[in-house]
């Protein structure tokens, strides 16, 4: 729970030494971030970047109420933009320390821990800080585990479907050859009941052939000539 705290408070600073009209839209921007109504501080701070939109203490409470809207992506680039144009240590603490939440955030935890060690260059005691950057590094770790993890596992996806592959594979192998065995039976089958049946077919025609014979030769023995005797 202390971590949800830290993170969700942002450093914020009534910056609103403006001309007389800017000062107004940010005065009421503050008052409304304050009420924590800030999308309407937003809409404020923004009319007082109408006049000059790259004055640095109107994009750094915009950038605050972006972040409060959970809009990180454009917060982050807001902070981005401003760490280079403020020459105040602890106003650059403040940014930097808020580019490492918006990135914690979007667990963008490398660039998170970077921010955070670059407040502290200008800050070294922000326990805040201190303790973001330590659970960042935490979540970086957890992260790099877990993608590790999802690595290794898609490794062994990947070969498992790999040699689920060569299994079908080897089987589809086995399937065709045992189907080309089986039509090479079936054909060798018919080759030899073509030739049981020619073979059939011969030796009956010998058999009617050799019965006929017979028949014949029985006929010729049977026939008798029929002698007249002289009586």
């Known amino acids: 729970m202390k971590y949800i705290l830290l993170i969700l408070a942002i450093f914020f600073t009534s910056m609103n030494t403006f001309s007389q009209n800017e000062k107004k839209f940010i005065r009421e921007g503050n008052k409304l971030y304050e009420q924590k109504k800030f999308n309407d501080a937003e809409v404020n701070y923004r009319k007082s970047l109408q ?123 086995e399937n065709k050859e045992n189907q080309d065995k089986k039509q090479q039976e079936q054909q060798k089958q018919k080759q030899v009941k073509k030739e049981d049946a020619e073979r059939m077919l011969e030796a009956l025609k010998n058999d009617e052939k050799k019965t006929m014979d017979k028949v014949k030769k029985e006929k010729a023995i049977g026939v008798k000539a029929k002698i007249e005797k002289d009586w």
């Open 51 to 173: 006049k000059d939109s790259n004055y640095f203490k109107g994009r750094y409470n915009l950038a605050n109420a972006l972040y409060k809207q959970k809009n990180y992506d454009e917060a982050s680039r807001l902070y981005s933009t401003l760490v280079d144009k403020e020459k105040d240590g602890k106003i650059k603490s403040n940014v930097y320390h808020n580019l490492g939440n918006s990135y914690l955030q979007k667990k963008e935890f490398e660039k998170s821990i970077d921010a955070y060690k670059q407040s502290l260059k200008y800050n070294p005691k922000d326990y805040d800080t201190k303790y973001n950057l330590s659970y960042a590094m935490q979540m970086l770790k957890q992260q790099q585990q877990q993608q590790k993890n999802k690595d290794n596992k898609d490794n062994k996806d990947k070969k498992d479907d790999k040699n689920k592959q060569d299994q079908n594979k080897d089987k589809q192998q």
